[in-house]
């Protein structure tokens, strides 16, 4: 089923911030990365240049989430009948091994550098300028996109903020090993640089493994399934909830449950109490969609027989045991419980001017037969007070519920067994 009014309102919401905030963060990438790499190999900074790199990277994970935003926004289709949210998780599940591949590139490269220190020449006074700059520039980007991402719940957004506040880290760790260079202490320059990369490739790990659960069908945190099993429950007539399963969705979930009812009622009243119990649940801008199984009782503990008659064989011996006493039932209530089957026979009210005679011999029928035939633990026998409404069928004719009654205004008590 598509998402709701509130829930698509929110997605398109979110998909305006993307593009904003993602066009910010290229236009920013942009100008810091020339910056850092050309500085940074005028200036002899191995760290400023890693630094720069990381900007490269932050400018590629940047398409990737306009083209994951574009995307994740379709409608659902014969594809993809839940939508395309989750092209949202492949998108931070890419970034995130993006991240780690670059880290380790940074890694290797202070690695060769620190294992040939005669090598490294002293770094230029205009490198802290560039690594001082760059850290001012990607805190503030980090707070602007973090703001955003919160304000519309995007866990891409949220990921891609925290990227750039990863950049900002680096860039402070860089400020400190340019520094500690031109104070002489050569070594700090490509240990700065390891650090970053270190920085680097651990965010990006929490990303992937992040969205890598995601796309395995995390279930919602338990505070959150606590909420969805609360809305559930204060649905009227839902008694019960359980089996209750969640699954992450892209910044979405779906939802599964069995609610419980009284087994006794109608199923047009089941399916109106489980579409309540739907819309109620779906309130939650969290939830995408939900789906809600009607159960007469807890069938996570009890489960009726599966060797009890069908409703075809119910009704055909009920009225098979009338059939002498001319009288055909108006209507079969049959409830399939743990306890066994209850069988409720409502016969009809003859017409006005008729005799009631056949409808009274049908009283000696023999019910503790009938009732063994059938293998039910209960049988009733009821007599009609109101003529069935016009163009209402009879038992055998019709198929009910739980306890519908076929048009049966009201009955009396006639015979039980």
Not at 295 to 308: G, I, M, R, S, T
């Amino acid at each position: 089923m598509p998402p709701t009014a509130a829930a698509a309102a929110q997605s398109a919401e979110k998909h305006r911030v993307a593009r904003k905030s993602t066009f910010v963060s290229i236009a920013l990438n942009t100008v810091l990365m020339a910056l850092q790499i050309v500085i940074g190999v005028f200036a002899h900074s191995q760290a400023l240049v890693a630094d720069g790199i990381h900007s490269l990277a932050d400018l590629i994970s940047d398409f990737v989430v306009l083209i994951a935003n574009r995307h994740s926004g379709a409608k659902p289709d014969a594809d993809h009948n839940y939508g395309h949210s989750r092209y949202e998780t492949v998108a931070s599940l890419f970034l995130g091994g993006l991240l780690i591949a670059v880290g380790v590139g940074m890694l290797w490269r202070a690695g060769t550098r620190l294992a040939d220190l005669q090598d490294i020449p002293a770094v230029h006074m205009s490198a802290l300028a560039v690594a001082v700059l760059v850290l001012v520039s990607k805190e503030a980007l980090f707070r602007y996109m973090l703001r955003e991402a919160q304000r519309v719940r995007s866990a891409m957004l949220i990921a891609n903020a925290w990227h750039a506040r990863s950049d900002a880290a680096s860039s402070l760790v860089v400020a400190i090993g340019i520094i500690g260079s031109l104070a002489g202490v050569r070594l700090l320059d490509p240990i700065a640089a390891a650090i970053v990369g270190f920085m680097v490739a651990r965010m990006g790990w929490t990303f992937g493994w992040d969205a890598l659960q995601d796309l395995s069908d995390r279930a919602l945190d338990e505070a959150a399934t606590a909420d969805m099993r609360a809305l559930l429950l204060a649905t009227p007539g839902v008694r019960d909830v359980h089996e209750m399963r969640t699954r992450k969705m892209g910044d979405f979930a779906l939802i599964d449950a069995h609610i419980l009812v009284d087994p006794q009622i109608s199923v047009s009243e089941g399916h109106y109490i489980a579409e309540s119990a739907r819309l109620r649940v779906l309130t939650d801008n969290r939830v995408l969609d939900a789906l809600i199984h009607v159960d007469p009782e807890n069938d996570a503990v009890a489960h009726p027989p599966v060797d009890l008659p069908t409703r075809e064989r119910v009704v055909a011996e009920v009225n098979a045991a009338l059939a002498p006493c001319g009288v055909k039932a108006a209507a079969v209530n049959i409830h399939y419980l743990s306890t066994g089957l209850d069988v409720e026979v409502v016969l009809p009210k003859p017409l006005s001017g008729a005799s009631n005679g056949e409808v009274s011999q049908a009283a000696s029928i023999d019910l503790a037969a009938l009732k063994a035939r059938l293998g039910a633990r209960k049988l009733d026998l009821r007599q009609e007070l109101a003529a069935l409404p016009a163009g209402a069928s009879q038992a055998g004719e019709a198929k009910t519920d739980g306890a519908a009654t076929n048009g049966v205004k009201a009955t009396e008590p006639h015979s039980a067994i």
